[in-house]
């Protein structure tokens, strides 16, 4: 969701967001760096232009604040986002972000 989005949410329904606020806020200081993996980078080049514009627009926002990504489970540090029917599943070692392969949900699924 974008930050406009999230505003014109808070003021319609008087709700805040206090998660995202707590942790930008906490973490503004950190400059993260992206580090794609050679698979990554594979399959970024087989996608459509389409689908790469949204991967650019999730991968500013992981820039941003990796932290605030859903965690995967049994793996620490790691996170993923999802965009249309891809995960891009990333680690965050101190202020860096290891990109690593991206799947697509309907082979997670099965």
Same mark, same amino acid.
């Given at each position: ?13 008087? $709700? ?50 990796? $932290? $605030? ?33 991206? $799947? ?7």
């Amino acid at each position: 969701m974008s930050r406009r989005n999230l505003r014109e949410l808070s003021q319609a329904t008087g $709700l805040r967001d206090f998660r995202e606020s707590e942790n930008r806020s906490r973490n503004s200081a950190i400059r993260y760096t992206l580090r794609p993996t050679s698979d990554f980078l594979k399959e970024l080049e087989k996608l459509d232009k389409s689908i790469k514009d949204l991967v650019a627009k999730k991968l500013e926002r992981i820039k941003e604040n990796p $932290l $605030l990504s859903k965690p995967l489970k049994h793996e620490p540090n790691c996170y993923s986002e999802r965009i249309v029917n891809y995960r891009i599943v990333f680690e965050v070692k101190g202020s860096e972000v290891i990109l690593y392969q991206q $799947l697509c949900c309907c082979a997670i699924d099965q």
